[in-house]
């Protein structure tokens, strides 16, 4: 489990560091909401509504909360991606939306 914390830091602060003007010096400057369903700092929740608002999908509003309007959004654009439709938040998540990678 330590690995995976680590990587997944390791992922946030050199991934996401700059989608937030490069204002995070490390992934500890995230914070951490416990509303948070997906367990994902509501910086990262509230990027992902925003590029599904870009991408014509309807997360709700951009809060930062995991909400069922949020997962729901999620499931509609995994499957728009061709990609397994679980509507959770994770990395592969993050990369489709941000164009990294292709569905």
Known sequence: MHHLQRARRAFLRTALGLVFGGSAAYAGDFKHRPDSAAGWP???ISHIQRRLTEENFDPGPVDGIYGPKTAEAI?????????????????????????????
Request: aromatic share 4%.
């Open 75 to 103: 499931r509609e654009f995994q499957a728009a991606s061709g990609v397994d439709a679980n509507g959770e938040v994770s990395e592969e998540l993050i990369a489709l939306l941000d164009g990294e990678v292709s569905g």
């Open 42 to 44: 509501a910086n990262v």
